[in-house]
Nanobody, 125 residues
Framework: QVQLAESGGGLVQAGGSLRLSCAASGRTFSSYNMGWFRQAPGKDRDFVAV????????TYADSVKGRFTISRDNAKNAAYLQMNSLKPEDTGIYYCAADRETYRMGRGAAEYDYWGQGTQVTVSS
C-alpha cells in the first residue's frame, strides 16, 4: 500500500502559476504510475495528467496540454504538477493517485488504486 499527500494548492489570479506536490510513503513509489485528477464542484473527477513509473512517458488532457507539466522524483518519493497560464476553469480540488498497473497510462479514476486527500486550487478571473 502507498499513502499519498498533496500540497501546494491555493488562490491565484488567472495567468498565474502553481506547483502541486504529491508526497508518497509506504510501498515502493517507483512501482506505480502517478496521475493527477481534478474535481470541480458538482462535477466528476477528471483526468489531468499521468506519468509512467520511470518518468519515460507522460500524457495530458487536451485542456491542459502546453500549460501543465507532470514530473516525478523517485529518489524523493514525490510527484509534481507544474501549472502555468492558469484559467478560472482550472479551479477545483486536485488529487494525485497511484496506479500499480504500469503497462497502461490510465485516464480513468477507476483505474487508480490509491488516492491523496486533495488540495484546493482556485483561479480568480
Amino acid at each position: 500500500q502507498v499513502q499519498l499527500a498533496e500540497s501546494g494548492g491555493g488562490l491565484v489570479q488567472a495567468g498565474g502559476s502553481l506547483r502541486l506536490s504529491c508526497a508518497a510513503s509506504g510501498r515502493t513509489f517507483s512501482s506505480y504510475n502517478m496521475g493527477w485528477f481534478r474535481q470541480a464542484p458538482g462535477k466528476d473527477r477528471d483526468f489531468v495528467a499521468v506519468i509512467r513509473w520511470n518518468g519515460g512517458i507522460v500524457t495530458y488532457a487536451d485542456s491542459v496540454k502546453g500549460r501543465f507539466t507532470i514530473s516525478r522524483d523517485n529518489a524523493k518519493n514525490a510527484a509534481y504538477l507544474q501549472m502555468n497560464s492558469l484559467k478560472p476553469e482550472d479551479t477545483g480540488i486536485y488529487y494525485c493517485a497511484a496506479d500499480r498497473e504500469t503497462y497502461r497510462m490510465g485516464r480513468g479514476a477507476a483505474e487508480y488504486d490509491y488516492w491523496g486527500q486533495g488540495t484546493q486550487v482556485t483561479v480568480s478571473s
